[in-house]
Structure formats: structure tokens, C-alpha cells
């Protein structure tokens, strides 16, 4: 009995074993209800089409660590998409790994960008992050010339999201580089300097900057990340989808953004895990794979989506205020 009641305690105290038992339980009521939702198959479909999101949620991630916000992601995805899929239509690049590393490129030029104005010009995180939204959705416009690159484009380049070399033959070459993302996400802000700068800046930017660190500096290799997984997945994109537009990932930033929330990421800065983020990733992920699956209306599906999205999110904020009183309790003994 005291066994079970440690395990409880433990379970409303920590963040992440709550929202793993909110998914547990959502993905168990999915399954009775669709027994081919956790099939080999249909996980490694959902979360390929998810990679998106869950690669961008890293970078979101790190850019409310430091109180920041960036909503421009999605166009920085759109025009790293637009760019590399114009240049396989019309042959002048055809190597997949060449694709994805200029997509990567145009993300660290567009991430430079709003960092240096954040940062530098002092221009407020949303403001200037508005802005670039447009910009950058406008150059994707401009670059197609009212054009689109179809599958039949894009040459091979549609196959790495079909094969899995990347992966031993087992994991999918697009489910792959989410992992080793994480992997990386998880290694840097857990055990190296860097990683413990971008939590002290956002923690309190005025202490950071008295015990040394220049945080305008934080703020610029932030947005810089951010952009380089925008552009990373916007190339992404065009080989899961088969096609790149110019609009292409339009709004996809709120979803990016529901799951560093629903992970535990504070919008104020300074918390958050690599874990959390990982497990509100997988919710969205899971939530936008099983609203179909379940028989739900496609016109009542994003309502759903939001009640689901809000439901765990004030989950999540519950268990944070218990875990909050349980320290505040520990310091008064």
C-alpha cells in the first residue's frame, strides 16, 4: 500500500510521468476503439507525418527557454521547402543530401535574421517574428512564380521519406533524424554549458549577464537553431508530402507550439525539458492521428483537437502547482 502510494505521489509530482500517463491512457481509449491505431505500421506513419512538428518543437522549445517567441517558423519552412523543391524541378540539384542541406541553409540565413533583430535591435520576440512571417511566406510566393514542384519533380528526392537506410532497414529515414535530433536536444541541455546558458538567460536575463554570460549572444545561436530545424524541416516536408508550394506548413507554428505546452515548456521562460517536449510532441501527434480513426466529423475535428489540447494542458498546469507546493513544503522543514 505504501508502495502504491509513493508511486502516486511520485506520478502527480513530476510533469513528464503525468502527461505519459494522460498519452498512455489516450493512446489505450484510441486503440479499444480503432485496434489498428498502435499497429508497426500505422506508428511509424503517424509519426512520420508528424516529424514536422516534432523537429520544430525542439527549436520552439529552446527559443521559450529564453522567454522568447518566434510564429516566422512555419514560413522559414515554407520557403526552405519552396526553394529546394524549385531547384529539383528544374535539375539543377539532384542529390537528396545536397537538397537537404541548402534547405538547412536558407533556415540558418532566416534564423540569423530574427535573431539579429531580436537580440540586436531590441525589437520585441513577437513583433519582429510577425514580420519575418510575412517576409519570408512573401520570398516563397515570389521564388514559385505562381509555380508548384509535383512529385513527378522531384526525382528521388520523394524517396527518403519512403526508405530507411538511415535507419538499418528498420526505422524510417524521416523518423531517424527526429530521433538523433532529440538524442542531441537532450545530450546539450542537459550536460553542457551551452545548454545551461540558455536556461540562465531565461531564468533572469539581468543575473545571467552579471555572472558573465551575453545573453545577446544566447539569443542569436537560439533563433539561429530555430531557423536551421525550420529549414530542416520544410525540406523534410516536400519528401514526406511528395509536393512543395508556396504555402506550404501555413499555421503549422500553433501546432509546434501547442506541444512545447502541453510538454511543460513555461511561455515566461526558463522551464521545460527535452522529455516534456518529446511527450507533447507525440500528444499532438497522436491526437491529429486518431481524430480520423475514431469516426470524428472533419468539420469538428480542429474543435476537438482544442478541447483536447486545452483538457491536458490544464492537466499539466495542475500537476505543476502540486509539484510547486511539494518544493515550497520541502524548503519550510
Known amino acids: ?24 491512457v489516450l493512446c489505450i481509449g484510441i486503440q479499444i476503439k480503432s485496434p489498428s491505431f498502435l499497429t508497426p505500421t500505422s506508428i511509424s506513419d503517424m509519426l512520420k507525418n508528424n516529424a514536422v512538428t516534432m523537429i520544430m518543437a525542439l527549436g520552439m522549445f529552446e527559443v521559450l527557454l529564453i522567454g522568447g517567441m518566434d510564429i516566422s517558423i512555419a514560413s522559414t519552412a515554407g520557403l526552405a521547402g519552396m526553394s529546394v523543391g524549385l531547384l529539383l524541378k528544374y535539375g539543377i540539384i539532384s542529390n537528396t543530401f545536397l537538397g537537404i542541406l541548402l534547405g538547412i541553409l536558407i533556415g540558418i540565413v532566416c534564423g540569423v535574421c530574427v535573431g539579429l533583430v531580436i537580440s540586436k535591435g531590441k525589437v520585441l520576440p513577437i ?19 505562381g509555380q508548384w514542384a509535383s512529385a513527378a519533380d522531384l526525382g528521388t528526392f520523394k524517396d527518403f521519406a519512403l526508405t530507411s537506410y538511415l535507419g538499418f532497414g528498420v526505422i524510417n529515414n524521416v523518423i531517424m533524424i527526429v530521433i538523433v535530433c532529440y538524442i542531441i536536444f537532450f545530450v546539450v541541455t542537459k550536460w553542457t554549458v551551452a545548454g545551461r546558458k540558455v536556461y540562465a538567460v531565461g531564468s533572469n ?32 516536408s516536400v519528401s514526406v508530402y ?27 521562460g526558463g522551464r521545460g525539458s527535452v522529455v516534456g517536449v518529446f511527450l507533447g510532441a507525440l500528444t499532438m501527434a497522436v491526437i491529429n492521428k486518431a481524430l480520423p480513426l475514431v469516426g470524428i466529423d472533419s468539420i469538428a475535428q480542429n474543435t476537438v483537437q482544442g478541447v483536447i489540447i486545452l483538457a491536458v494542458i490544464v492537466l499539466n498546469v495542475l500537476t505543476q502547482r502540486a ?6 513544503k520541502g524548503r519550510e522543514m
Open 1 to 24: 500500500m505504501k508502495e502504491k502510494n509513493g508511486f502516486l505521489k511520485k506520478l502527480s509530482g513530476s510533469r513528464e510521468l503525468g502527461l505519459a500517463a494522460i498519452l498512455i
Open 127 to 145: 513583433i519582429a517574428s510577425m514580420g519575418f512571417m510575412y517576409i519570408f511566406r512573401g520570398f516563397a510566393y515570389v521564388l514559385s512564380g
Open 205 to 236: 536575463v539581468e543575473a545571467a549577464s552579471v555572472s558573465g554570460i551575453n545573453s545577446d549572444r544566447v539569443k542569436l545561436v537560439v533563433y539561429t537553431v530555430m531557423g536551421m530545424l525550420s529549414g530542416l524541416a520544410g525540406v523534410l
Open 242 to 268: 511528395g509536393s512543395a508550394q508556396p504555402n506550404m506548413l501555413y499555421g503549422q507554428e500553433m501546432d509546434v507550439i501547442a506541444a512545447c505546452v502541453i510538454g511543460g515548456v513555461s511561455m515566461n
Open 323 to 328: 509539484t510547486d507546493r511539494k518544493n515550497l
